[in-house]
């Protein structure tokens, strides 16, 4: 707990993906296991400048994350299927 908080930015397909990994902190939730939730942002550009322009990633995926391995990874795969998207429309 208390880890600092970190961006990892990724390049995929010519626009880079922005994530933020960070502990969820659930009031009235007991640290039983499974253990800590970890929660995710992810943000799209064209540049690799960080941009707080993010979106909060469980309000659309509902899943549970008890690593920050696990939060950024879903976060890098939510980036790359949004950019593929994206590509496909063009």
């Known amino acids: ?5 970190y961006r990892i930015i990724e390049e995929y397909r010519a626009m880079y993906i922005q ?3 960070f502990e969820v902190e ?3 939730r007991s640290r039983e296991p499974p253990g800590q939730k970890w ?13 707080d322009d993010l979106v909060y990633g469980p309000a659309q995926d509902h899943s549970d994350y008890y690593t920050r391995a696990a939060a950024e990874q879903a976060a890098l795969d939510h980036g790359r299927t949004a950019i593929d998207a ?4 063009k």
């Open 26 to 28: 659930e009031l009235g």
């Open 1 to 5: 707990m208390g880890e600092k908080l």
């Open 86 to 89: 994206f590509w496909a429309l």
């Open 39 to 51: 929660g995710f942002l992810v943000g799209i550009r064209t540049t690799p400048e960080p941009d």
């Open 19 to 21: 994530v933020i990994a």
